[in-house]
């Protein structure tokens, strides 16, 4: 039987003609990924092992972006021990304040991930970059170690299972609302250790920032991995952004999947989580009247420049209602200055918005954007555990940038289709 497009990947990187589910590999890698939490700890591990270098200084990647800028002394030490360690080892891809990003959104944007990689990255959502036909999947930080001294993993085959894409979204419908609407139909525990393979016509009316959302929420699924087709939109991307040969794998027409789903994007409403998890969705018709006190607009989720285009269209000249407290991130430096280019930034901070410096901060709970007990928010990260954003008892909503936008007008859950009854 014929292979999918994440087993060919791995089979390619394993040096073997075919693998199947289930079977363990060991694979070369083409980026280690870490940050300011996760790369302290393996860098600790690669000194326990021996290793004196890492594999390749070209093939690291360290992001310090959770708690930067620093918010306490702690995140600071964190920050300054793997800084001194980019430094003594070398590593090309270090990317401090001024130039850093959240990694997530960083790494495609610097060329540094294309189409048939192997990546790992000591955090969840590095299958972000499965958008781009790359194999990309988190490990925990004694992995990145073992990563970073021998440019190898072990890995066990992922089974599959196929989404294939149809139709058109209508115009306030994003990627974000797409993925919701998978996790909420299948649960976060729908494809556990499986990849999500998306195919289908309906993919040509996603842009590459759609892809980048709906692949970086695979994990919240369950999934080892999302992974979309190479097409001339992929292709154009990588060009404008790597010099790096990339290399193009299909899936066999007998390639064996575990389930099949068919999503007929024209069908998709603009979605919301409910607390405290990702599968708890509503169609923002079914979210009734939820009075929130904070929107958070950004992440490795929904912080580029079409989430800050789509979060600008719905708030100029317009203002968020007043005690609402609006924070919008932009994923990088460079999205940031786009954004202010094109006037997206005035947009934001006319309507009562603050726009912040890249970083995870409010996303973990981390800094900047803490809630209190009994607060809502509206936000366009990709978690709603308990606790996420701050205090136990209070409640994030996973939504669009759209959806986000327009609930911080109303003050309010709030459809972006209904904003003049609010004006």
């Given at each position: 039987?014929?292979m ?5 990947i791995l ?31 393996a860098?600790?591990?690669f ?7 890492v ?16 918010k306490d002394i ?6 300054k021990f793997?800084?001194e ?11 401090e ?6 990694e ?10 294309v ?9 969840s ?16 930080s ?14 066990k ?23 919701l ?9 729908g ?9 289908g ?8 920032d759609?892809r980048f959302?709906?692949?970086n929420m695979?994990?919240e699924?369950?999934?080892?991995n999302?992974i ?5 939109l ?8 790597s010099?790096?040969?990339y ?15 068919t ?12 607390p ?8 923002i018709?079914e979210?009734g009247?939820?009075?929130?006190h ?6 490795c989720t929904?912080?580029r420049?079409?989430?800050l285009r789509?979060?600008?269209k ?32 005035k947009?934001?901070i ?30 366009t990260?990709?978690?709603?555990f ?15 940038p ?16 209904k ?5």
């Amino acid at each position: 039987m014929g292979m999918t497009m994440t087993q060919k990947i791995l089979a390619a990187h394993a040096g073997l003609d075919k693998v199947e589910a289930g079977q363990f590999i060991e694979a070369k890698l083409d980026m280690v990924l870490g940050n300011d939490i996760t790369g302290p700890p393996a860098i600790k591990e690669f000194e326990k092992m021996g290793a004196e270098r890492v594999f390749d200084r070209d093939k690291i990647a360290l992001v310090p972006d959770h708690f930067t800028p620093n918010k306490d002394i702690k995140s600071a030490q964190q920050c300054k021990f793997m800084r001194e360690f980019a430094h003594e080892q070398e590593v090309t891809n270090y990317f401090e304040v001024g130039e850093m990003g959240i990694e997530h959104a960083l790494l495609p944007e610097k060329g540094l991930v294309v189409a048939g990689d192997v990546v790992i990255g000591a955090d969840s959502h590095t299958c972000t970059y499965g958008a781009l036909g790359a194999f990309s999947t988190g490990v925990g930080s004694t992995d990145m170690a073992a990563g970073m001294a021998t440019g190898e993993a072990w890995f066990k085959v992922p089974a599959a299972i196929k989404f294939n894409l149809v139709g058109k979204p209508s115009e306030w419908v994003s990627g974000k609302d797409i993925i919701l609407h998978i996790i909420g139909k299948i649960g976060v525990d729908g494809a556990l250790y499986k990849s999500m393979e998306f195919v289908g016509e309906g993919i040509a009316h996603l842009g590459m920032d759609d892809r980048f959302t709906i692949a970086n929420m695979a994990i919240e699924a369950g999934a080892k991995n999302g992974i979309f087709p190479v097409d001339e939109l992929t292709i154009e991307y990588m060009k404008d952004h790597s010099n790096r040969e990339y290399k193009i794998y299909e899936a066999d027409e007998d390639a064996i999947y575990d389930e099949e789903y068919t999503i007929n994007l024209s069908d998709v409403r603009p979605t919301v989580a409910f607390p405290h998890i990702p599968e708890n969705t509503r169609t923002i018709d079914e979210a009734g009247d939820i009075e929130i006190h904070q929107v958070v607009i950004g992440s490795c989720t929904n912080g580029r420049l079409d989430d800050l285009r789509a979060a600008a269209k719905v708030l100029k000249g317009r203002k968020v209602k007043k005690g609402i407290r609006t924070i919008i991130f932009p994923a990088t430096q460079k999205i940031y200055l786009q954004a202010i280019e094109e006037g997206l930034i005035k947009t934001f901070i006319e309507a009562g918005a603050v726009v912040s410096t890249p970083t995870c901060g409010p996303c973990l709970g981390g800094h900047m954007g803490i809630l209190a007990e009994g607060e809502r928010c509206v936000s366009t990260t990709n978690r709603n555990f308990v606790g996420r954003m701050g205090h136990s008892k209070s409640e994030v909503y996973l939504a669009s940038p759209a959806v986000a936008a327009a609930s911080a007008i109303a003050g309010k859950i709030y459809n972006p289709e209904k904003l003049e009854e609010v004006e």
